[in-house]
């Protein structure tokens, strides 16, 4: 399940995820329990010329496919042979009443001990789609991750054209050294760290980098056929921009949750988004191939891989026709032309576009009334050198990231441990702030102090609260686009626009109506997001950037949900395996 570590093509993945749909066609309309097994190994895997030990699945890079229906319960056995402390995230399962089931390292569980295992056992109720999993502690997501497909109930059609055949897509990012080693590194010296070395496209770079002509994803169409790419951006740090030469993609789907669809040229896609895309093959055979690239949407100071993973979209030859490889190997092959570097006006529109379907199967159920209003700031500053020594960040201080100001720090046992057990004054505060401390100008001349305040804060929320939250990017050592995951809900982005927000004016202009609804959203470069959602699922949940080193830096929070006055509104008791710090 999922691609080897060896070269690969699309052939089987396609054709394995097209028995997987056919396999689950034939279950029952309730949804069944299934197993799966995860051995955390090291095994040694060559990209780029280089070889290099890495943290796997089950020896496969990306990692297994997880496949099930809307309404099946997964059990997911996760057993840690490796060196490294170890947690998996299912990246936008709801996790309703089983947050114990989560992933995030110290806020929803101790981590998997080395020889160690656990169980996460959680229901998917009322999703279908797109998702993934990865892991959730330091920056170990590099090559622990796969696809979490979610397909609708039995007999339940999508909302859009059945596709000849399914193709997940998954971006990554590869480190000829160690990531672990890379963050540590800059942590202890305050700089940035070491970007990555290449892009990939299902674990391979392809042939724009050197020596990886063979590791190249291919994918086998048919002239005049459809077919559903689900995209996943695993990548650590990286927006990335995504377009097949000479063919447009219609969006369907973000986030596991269904959209109007709209026809595109190209794709924007943060880190922990998921797309769905329909690609309308050609109807005749063309006699060329095409590339479909990938590079980063960049719009910080700092430095990053400035670099394009390529595929390449091949087309079957028609039957009865011989075509010698040679002179399939002279056809044409085309690049797609992305958008520049720093597009943020292309984000903008792009993410505009996105509107959910709302119609009486799928409506948008947006909060009307709002009882609680937060705003945070959302952004870069610094923390003082440690001891007498002069670090690598700005003017000597380390790096640091913030939300309204407040570094996150991590706890040493786990937070929702300590809020089921009552102990939570020995672990965090609930004294998060709902507003910038000191308001300034947000996206103007950055203050003069850029420093950081540090603490283990969180809002606490009764249950059923309706939210509504402005994230303000701030120009603080640099304007720039921020992906922030919320753990434990959708929301709908109801908002968004440049400059500071302005709350007289634009709630004016919120639709409230069909806005996207989604797991992770891109605060803009130099402007603001609003979202709105429910809290109804009662437990810890996690906050933070999925750019890895804005969270490493402490651009995370947390939110306390209370358990409501029901027994189904009520936080399950932990397992009896729970891991122990």
Not at 30 to 58: A, E, P
Not at 321 to 331: E, G, I, N, Q
Not at 567 to 579: G, I, R, T
Request: charged share 15%; glycine share 8%; net charge positive.
């Amino acid at each position: 399940m999922g691609a080897s570590v060896l070269p690969s093509t699309a052939i089987f993945g396609a054709f394995f995820l097209q028995f997987i749909v056919l396999s689950l066609h034939l279950e029952p309309v309730l949804g069944i329990t299934r197993h799966y097994k995860f051995d955390i190994k090291s095994q040694n895997v060559t990209r780029l010329c280089h070889t290099k030990s890495i943290v796997l699945v089950n020896g496969q890079f990306p990692g297994p496919r997880i496949a099930a229906r809307e309404g099946d319960q997964l059990l997911i056995k996760v057993v840690n042979h490796v060196s490294n402390n170890m947690t998996i995230h299912w990246h936008g399962i709801r996790q309703l009443r089983t947050g114990w089931a989560d992933g995030p390292a110290y806020v929803t569980q101790c981590p998997i001990q080395t020889g160690q295992s656990y169980v996460y056992n959680f229901t998917i109720t009322g999703q279908r789609g797109t998702l993934f999993w990865h892991a959730h502690i330091s920056w170990l997501r590099a090559t622990v991750h796969g696809p979490l497909i979610i397909l609708p109930k039995r007999g339940v059609p999508y909302p859009f054209p059945k596709p000849h055949m399914e193709v997940p897509i998954i971006f990554g990012e590869w480190f000829n050294a160690d990531p672990e080693a890379i963050i540590s590194q800059a942590l202890q010296t305050g700089g940035g760290p070491n970007v990555s070395d290449a892009y990939t496209i299902n674990g391979l770079p392809g042939p724009l980098y050197n020596c990886s002509a063979k590791d190249t994803f291919r994918l086998k169409v048919k002239p005049g056929k459809t077919y559903l790419l689900r995209l996943i951006n695993a990548a650590l740090n990286d927006e990335l921009f995504f377009s097949i030469a000479k063919h447009s993609l219609t969006v369907v789907e973000a986030d596991a949750l269904y959209v109007k669809p709209f026809e595109t040229q190209t794709i924007l896609i943060a880190p922990g988004q998921t797309t769905n895309v329909l690609l309308k093959t050609k109807p005749h055979y063309p006699k060329a191939s095409f590339f479909m690239t990938a590079r980063p949407y960049a719009t910080g100071l700092g430095t990053f891989d400035n670099s394009t993973v390529a595929g390449i979209l091949e087309y079957e030859q028609p039957p009865n026709k011989f075509h010698p490889r040679s002179s399939v190997d002279k056809h044409p092959l085309f690049k797609p032309i992305l958008p520049a570097l720093n597009d943020t006006s292309f984000a903008m529109k792009f993410t505009n576009k996105l509107r959910s379907l709302n119609n009486p199967q799928f409506p948008a159920n947006v909060p009307q009334k709002v009882d609680k209003k937060f705003f945070f700031t959302i952004g870069l500053g610094t923390s003082p050198c440690k001891g007498n020594q002069t670090c690598q960040g700005p003017n000597g201080t380390m790096f640091a990231a913030s939300v309204n100001n407040v570094s996150f720090a991590m706890p040493t046992t786990a937070l929702l441990q300590a809020h089921f057990s009552a102990q939570s004054y020995s672990f965090y505060t609930t004294d998060f702030p709902s507003n910038p401390v000191i308001p300034f100008n947000y996206t103007g001349a950055p203050p003069n102090n850029t420093m950081v305040s540090n603490g283990t804060k969180l809002v606490v929320l009764p249950f059923n609260t309706s939210v509504e939250l402005v994230m303000q990017d701030t120009s603080i050592l640099g304007a720039e686009s921020h992906p922030l995951h919320l753990h434990g809900f959708n929301f709908f982005v109801v908002g968004q626009g440049f400059g500071n927000f302005d709350p007289n004016k634009d709630p004016k202009n919120f639709n409230l109506v069909d806005p996207v609804e989604r797991n992770t959203v891109g605060v803009p470069s130099g402007g603001w997001v609003a979202i709105r959602f429910l809290a109804d699922n009662p437990g810890v949940w996690f906050m933070h950037c999925h750019l890895e080193v804005h969270t490493s830096w402490g651009l995370k929070m947390a939110w306390i949900v209370l358990d409501g006055k029901l027994p189904n509104q009520k936080l399950f008791p932990p397992p009896a395996d729970l891991p122990e710090c």
